[in-house]
């Protein structure tokens, strides 16, 4: 080797080892999607149930229509099946891992306590206290009531990573009691509330938005990307504080979250329309939840029969749900903000009875819109500006 050859050599090196990245701090997370066990048609009528009793406090008016939707799930509880659906993934709380449920509907954090010996919590990892040194207990009591059944315990302090995103000395529910039997045979240890501070059962900040005042986030917003693939293998990333550009193309457009008696708490935003084969359905007013929880779109039933209307050969069948040809084509096109979002023609279509992606919902005048929207989508959820962005996915 002469000079000339070590001197480039070495000014190689240097200038890889130099510009090599500073070890950045992982930002994204994988989600799976909780495998469905059963068919659609066994559990819809859970799922409009469940919907209903999750957002019942500001959108169900009739409580005759709550109260036998409460009797049916109640009725329910001794059939096994398997209902939660929604996209789980890995955090560490106090060095332990769990599988949680990232859950845009509401907000707060919870894991099973080494203290609960209930069957339901012996077959999730537990947190163990002496494990952990950042831990502190606080010992406030809570009870949470959700649509798959009610947890209650104390609440807890420590570090709660996501990826390598810390949120220093989370306050988080630590469960004694599980009641509902729901939580037996799902994939996710606890749940990871990713709605508004406002939401929060137990009265604390939610462990994103402590992420971003702590400065653990370079920006106050996360996004998502659900993968479609087929339907057992969903899967998707959650990104804190940063957009992955890989996973769109084009800009992202912001959309207003509006707002509950003047406070943010869900995730929710007004629905310019929808067209189908270029035809506006001319809806007006309306506005929508968007959760991860819900594999496709519910919508009162006005809408509901609109909406199929333009579905060439759509059939609302004797129990009220719609099937449409298994071979539908037709464009439809959700609008936001006047941008228009194409769905996917595997995303009008569900499973191998040919449900449709949009069915009557429970929830007065409210549109919930889950996964059949929202893979079609790059989505990021803005705590400080009160924004929904969303740009088509890359195909
Ligand atoms: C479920 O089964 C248990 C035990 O058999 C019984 O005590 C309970 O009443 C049943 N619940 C309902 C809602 O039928
Ligand atoms: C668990 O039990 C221990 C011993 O009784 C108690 O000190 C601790 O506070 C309990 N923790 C929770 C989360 O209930
Ligand atoms: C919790 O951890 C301590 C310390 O390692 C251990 O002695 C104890 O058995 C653990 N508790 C449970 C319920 O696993
Ligand atoms: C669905 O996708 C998963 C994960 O990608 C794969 O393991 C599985 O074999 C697929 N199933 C079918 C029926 O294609
Ligand atoms: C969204 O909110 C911002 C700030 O409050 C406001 O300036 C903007 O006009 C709003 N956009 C729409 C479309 O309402
Ligand atoms: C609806 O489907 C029928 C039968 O397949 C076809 O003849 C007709 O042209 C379709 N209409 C539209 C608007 O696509
Ligand atoms: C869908 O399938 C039906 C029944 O097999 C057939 O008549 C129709 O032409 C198909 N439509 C399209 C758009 O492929
Ligand atoms: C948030 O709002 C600020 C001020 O209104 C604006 O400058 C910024 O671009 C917004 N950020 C996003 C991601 O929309």
Same mark, same amino acid.
């Given at each position: 080797?002469?000079?000339?050859?070590?001197?480039?050599?070495? @000014?190689?090196?240097?200038?890889?080892?130099?510009?090599?990245?500073?070890?950045?701090?992982?930002?994204?997370? +994988?989600?799976?999607?909780?495998?469905?066990?059963?068919?659609?048609?066994?559990?819809?009528?859970?799922?409009?149930?469940?919907?209903?009793?999750?957002?019942?406090?500001?959108?169900?008016?009739?409580?005759?229509?709550?109260?036998?939707?409460?009797?049916?799930?109640?009725?329910?509880?001794?059939?096994?099946?398997?209902?939660?659906?929604?996209?789980?993934?890995?955090?560490?709380?106090?060095?332990?891992?769990?599988?949680?449920?990232?859950?845009?509907?509401?907000?707060?954090?919870?894991?099973?306590?080494?203290?609960?010996?209930?069957?339901?919590?012996?077959?999730?990892?537990?947190?163990?206290?002496?494990?952990?040194?950042?831990?502190?207990?606080?010992?406030?009591?809570?009870?949470?009531?959700?649509?798959?059944?009610?947890?209650?315990?104390?609440?807890?302090?420590?570090?709660?990573?996501?990826?390598?995103?810390?949120?220093?000395?989370?306050?988080?529910?630590?469960?004694?009691?599980?009641?509902?039997?729901?939580?037996?045979?799902?994939?996710?240890?606890?749940?990871?509330?990713?709605?508004?501070?406002?939401? +929060?059962?137990?009265?604390?900040?939610?462990?994103? +938005?402590?992420?971003?005042?702590?400065?653990?986030?370079?920006?106050?917003?996360?996004?998502?990307?659900?993968?479609?693939?087929?339907?057992?293998?969903?899967?998707?990333?959650?990104?804190?504080?940063?957009?992955?550009?890989?996973?769109?193309?084009?800009?992202?457009?912001?959309?207003?979250? &509006?707002?509950?008696?003047?406070?943010?708490? @869900?995730?929710?935003?007004?629905?310019?329309?929808?067209?189908?084969?270029?035809?506006?359905?001319?809806?007006?007013?309306?506005?929508?939840?968007?959760?991860?929880?819900?594999?496709?779109?519910?919508?009162?039933?006005?809408?509901?029969?609109?909406?199929?209307?333009?579905?060439?050969?759509?059939?609302?069948?004797?129990?009220?749900?719609?099937?449409?040809?298994?071979?539908?084509?037709?464009?439809?096109?959700?609008?936001?903000?006047?941008?228009?979002?194409?769905?996917?023609? &595997?995303?009008?279509?569900?499973?191998?009875?040919?449900?449709?992606?949009?069915?009557?919902?429970?929830?007065?005048?409210?549109?919930?819109?889950?996964?059949?929207?929202?893979?079609?989508?790059?989505?990021?959820?803005?705590?400080?500006?009160?924004?929904?962005?969303?740009?088509?996915?890359?195909?």
């Amino acid at each position: 080797m002469n000079i000339y050859t070590l001197i480039i050599w070495l @000014y190689f090196t240097i200038f890889i080892i130099d510009s090599a990245p500073i070890t950045s701090k992982s930002n994204s997370i +994988s989600l799976k999607k909780i495998a469905p066990k059963h068919s659609f048609k066994e559990v819809h009528q859970f799922y409009k149930d469940y919907f209903m009793l999750k957002y019942q406090n500001i959108y169900v008016t009739d409580q005759d229509k709550l109260a036998s939707a409460e009797k049916r799930l109640s009725e329910s509880e001794n059939l096994t099946i398997s209902k939660i659906i929604g996209y789980y993934g890995e955090i560490t709380i106090g060095s332990q891992i769990f599988k949680t449920l990232f859950d845009l509907g509401s907000s707060d954090l919870w894991v099973p306590s080494q203290n609960c010996t209930q069957y339901s919590c012996s077959i999730h990892k537990r947190f163990n206290e002496s494990l952990s040194k950042t831990f502190n207990r606080i010992g406030t009591p809570f009870s949470l009531r959700y649509e798959a059944g009610t947890v209650s315990g104390i609440t807890g302090k420590d570090n709660v990573l996501v990826g390598e995103i810390e949120s220093e000395g989370q306050i988080f529910g630590l469960v004694q009691e599980e009641d509902g039997d729901e939580f037996e045979p799902v994939e996710f240890d606890g749940i990871f509330g990713m709605g508004f501070d406002d939401l +929060s059962g137990i009265k604390t900040t939610t462990p994103f +938005s402590n992420m971003v005042k702590q400065k653990a986030v370079a920006n106050p917003y996360f996004g998502i990307y659900l993968q479609r693939s087929n339907d057992t293998g969903h899967t998707g990333t959650l990104t804190l504080g940063d957009i992955d550009t890989t996973k769109f193309t084009g800009n992202l457009n912001y959309n207003n979250v &509006s707002t509950i008696k003047g406070k943010n708490v @869900y995730w929710i935003l007004d629905v310019d329309d929808i067209s189908i084969n270029g035809n506006k359905l001319k809806f007006k007013n309306r506005q929508a939840i968007f959760d991860t929880g819900s594999n496709i779109v519910y919508m009162p039933e006005e809408d509901a029969k609109t909406y199929h209307k333009f579905i060439n050969g759509s059939s609302l069948n004797n129990d009220r749900t719609y099937t449409v040809p298994c071979n539908a084509t037709d464009q439809v096109a959700y609008i936001f903000g006047d941008v228009s979002y194409n769905i996917d023609q &595997s995303d009008l279509v569900m499973g191998s009875d040919c449900y449709s992606s949009v069915q009557i919902g429970s929830i007065d005048n409210m549109w919930l819109i889950g996964d059949s929207f929202l893979r079609n989508v790059y989505s990021v959820y803005n705590i400080k500006n009160f924004t929904i962005g969303f740009a088509p996915i890359s195909k």
